[in-house]
């Protein structure tokens, strides 16, 4: 799933030593997994705080507990650290993070923004536009349109003819797709 060098071991466990609540692992995750601003986070995790369905890895002095929502795009992961003048610096490189490997098994939230961002976002940048999911209510999407989308009196079209009809020719189970833009705003729009 996700590598941590011995070095980045050996700094984390100095963090952790420091933490008054004995017992405190680190909880790893994804921000924002599979989208444009994705961002792989390290986080205290005293007891208690893991998810249920965190999945515990032992490593010398602590615990990392890495989310299960965010296993495959911590595949590849390599938490690193390097010693420098100031201390140093702990880096996260995790190649999948914004573009994970999904497949038909990955959860339905996953697949529309990989469809989102690798199919329809390209042809809508083309008008300054973009589109992203929001949440699935009831099997449908709910999405929010930007830039150039937002108040473009063709919105409704792109919404069914691109969106919609994008999304449910590749997600038979998915029921719709709604749009939660306020569209009277209209400064950016595309004309």
């Not at 980045?8 to 997994?33: C, S």
């Not at 601003?37 to 890495?66: K, L, N």
């Amino acid at each position: 799933m996700i590598e941590i060098s011995e070095a980045a071991q050996g700094y984390l466990r100095t963090l952790l030593e420091k933490q008054e609540a004995e017992g405190t692992g680190i909880r790893v995750f994804v921000a924002n997994p599979g989208t444009p601003s994705a961002e792989t986070c390290i986080a205290y995790c005293r007891p208690g705080e893991a998810q249920e369905d965190d999945i515990p890895v032992a490593f010398t002095g602590f615990t990392a507990w890495f989310e299960k929502r965010s296993e495959p795009f911590l595949a590849e992961a390599v938490v690193d650290f390097q010693e420098d003048k100031l201390g140093g610096q702990l880096t996260i490189k995790a190649p999948n993070a914004r573009v994970p490997k999904v497949d038909e098994n990955s959860p339905l939230e996953d697949r529309v923004n990989y469809i989102l961002y690798n199919e329809i976002n390209p042809s809508l940048a083309a008008h300054g536009g973009m589109v992203s999911l929001i949440e699935i209510v009831e099997g449908e999407a709910v999405l929010q349109f930007g830039g150039g989308c937002q108040g473009c009196a063709a919105v409704d079209m792109t919404l069914k003819q691109g969106v919609e009809k994008t999304l449910l020719s590749q997600l038979p189970e998915l029921k719709g797709v709604r749009d939660s833009t306020d569209h009277t705003v209209k400064e950016n729009a595309y004309y």
